[in-house]
């Protein structure tokens, strides 16, 4: 239950959004507007203007509608958009759910894709990331700390990010709602009549069951993050995804075969991810390549990007310089002792990385450049350069620290810029990085009512697309945090909607 969003940080983009207006945070609906032309264009017919105009009208009826249904959310008042500086720039547009007592769904939770039931909400991530660093880091720590003893007094077993949203919905449409759910069904094809859908086929305990639909088909099953026959088709790599294992486009297959265009199929929610192990999977990085104290170098030991931009495009980036290529996050001991570090939580895949060659440890550069096989002159030179410009405050070749995106991950305690950090103190750690995502981003291209349309753009009547299913309305872009799910609710309400306005069709 729950696919990637229950896997996911649970952010959702929702500029003009009615928590905004009752805080009193200037956003309208034409600077949201104007900053999804800024960012993502106008890309094809996914991303057209009326499909962004269709999202950014949606985003309320969205949110109140949900509210009205019990479902509680809180802003992420810090969280910038991922290109604030540009025109219709905000920060503060994410929402997510407050943490969420996942008793409240029973026996549903032992089926949730989450890995696990913690108060954490990603508005506290970012601080966490310092919590043994800094004052600020570590009050927020002491926070969510107290946050979970409320609960474990209280009763309660909270969850935050992707595993609260997703509870909370199960809660609200399957038990509230009283509506039927079946997991372990998968879909395997549609009916068609007369060029409409009028119902799906599915396996279910050993057979195949018609299921008639008199209003409509919602095809929301994920992307096909884990394919790798369609990964190397269509993105030229096996793919490291951080997403769910049953994301396989079957979906998106069947849709075609129905007559629905797509788009987008060449990209994804790209970001950069620790190399997996035996023993873990890819581990997408966030905070830890934004904080100071750290490079991301290739093969040759040269810096290519910005390592505190966006995600997408730090993997845009790493496709672009080498689809194939090797990555390394360098970092010296004061990253390490200073900064949480995902990856190195679980003791068994820290082992495994030493022991796969994921990861390295060495006194100096050059000798660490010598353990992975990069020149130990041009990986010193490279660290030498960038110490200078921590030492400025300046990125003269990425502008690395600029953005108040770059800032949100990074420490105020090191100036002049708190997202650089002479790299100086060993021992010093390479830790092998690869092209990751966090989902695809190709796939039915939709109206904006979410109806899917055929390659002539006449719609398939009956027949919708949501979420990773659908090809992304922010194009090959990611413009601020919550940038997949926030669409994903938004087209999934305005497909109901425009069921709920259509007539019922008889079917047989």
């Known amino acids: 239950m729950g696919g990637n969003s229950a896997k996911s940080g649970g952010g959702m983009w929702l500029p003009d959004n009615p928590l905004m207006r009752a805080d009193r945070v200037g956003d309208s609906r034409e600077e949201a507007l104007a900053y999804l032309a800024a960012t993502v264009g106008d890309e094809g017919r996914a991303g057209s203007r009326a499909r962004q105009e269709a999202f950014v009208d949606g985003v309320a009826d969205f949110v109140d509608t949900a509210r009205r249904h019990g479902m509680t959310f809180v802003r992420a008042p810090e969280y910038a958009d991922y290109y604030p500086e540009r025109p219709g720039g905000k920060i503060g547009r994410g929402v997510e759910h407050t943490p969420f007592d996942v008793r409240r769904i029973g026996a549903w939770w032992k089926t949730s894709q989450a890995p696990a039931a913690l108060p954490v909400l990603t508005d506290d991530v970012w601080l966490l990331g310092r919590a043994w660093s800094t004052p600020s880091g570590f009050r927020r720590g002491a926070r969510l700390v107290l946050r979970a003893l409320a609960g474990v007094l209280t009763g309660k077993k909270l969850a935050g990010i992707g595993a609260g949203l997703t509870a909370s919905f199960l809660r609200t449409v399957v038990i509230d709602n009283d509506t039927e759910l079946w997991l372990n069904s998968p879909l395997e094809d549609l009916v068609v ?121 730090l993997g845009h980036h790493m496709l672009e310089h080498g689809r194939l290529g090797t990555y390394w996050m360098i970092s010296d001991r004061r990253h390490a002792r200073r900064y949480l570090r995902s990856y190195a939580m679980d003791p068994k895949a820290g082992k495994a990385m030493r022991r796969e060659g994921v990861m390295f440890q060495a006194p100096t550069p050059a000798e660490l450049a010598v353990a992975i096989g990069v020149d130990p002159d041009r990986l010193t030179a490279t660290v030498g350069r960038f110490n200078g410009f921590a030492r400025a405050g300046v990125n003269g070749d990425f502008g690395r620290g600029n953005s108040a995106y770059d800032r949100y991950y990074s420490d105020p305690l090191v100036r002049p810029n708190p997202n650089l950090g002479p790299l100086e103190k060993g021992p010093f750690t390479a830790v092998k990085i690869v092209i990751g995502d966090l989902g695809t981003k190709g796939g039915v291209v939709t109206d904006g009512d979410g109806r899917a349309l055929r390659e002539d753009g006449s719609v398939i009547e009956g027949l919708y697309a949501a979420g990773n299913n659908s090809a992304a309305v922010m194009g090959r872009t990611y413009p601020g945090p919550g940038s997949t799910i926030g669409p994903a609710v938004v087209f999934g309400m305005r497909a109901a909607r425009h069921m709920a306005r259509c007539q019922a069709e008889d079917v047989s």
Not at 210 to 215: D, L, P, V
Not at 256 to 268: C, I, N, P, S, W
Not at 275 to 286: I, K, N, Q, W
Request: charged share 25%; hydrophobic share 40%.
């Open 193 to 313: 009549e007369d060029g409409r859908v009028v119902g799906a086929r599915v396996a279910h305990d050993g057979g195949t069951l018609a299921i008639g639909a008199r209003r409509g088909v919602m095809l929301a099953g994920g992307g096909f993050d884990a394919n790798k026959e369609w990964r190397r088709r269509y993105h030229g790599i096996d793919g490291n995804p951080s997403g769910a294992p049953g994301n396989l486009g079957r979906p998106i297959e069947i849709a075609v075969a129905a007559g629905a265009a797509v788009e987008l199929m060449d990209d994804a929610w790209w970001g950069a991810s620790v190399a997996p192990t035996s023993v873990s999977e890819p581990s997408f990085l966030v905070g830890e390549r934004s904080f100071p104290y750290t490079v991301i170098v290739d093969e040759r030991g040269d810096r290519f990007a910005n390592e505190s931009e966006s995600y997408v495009d």
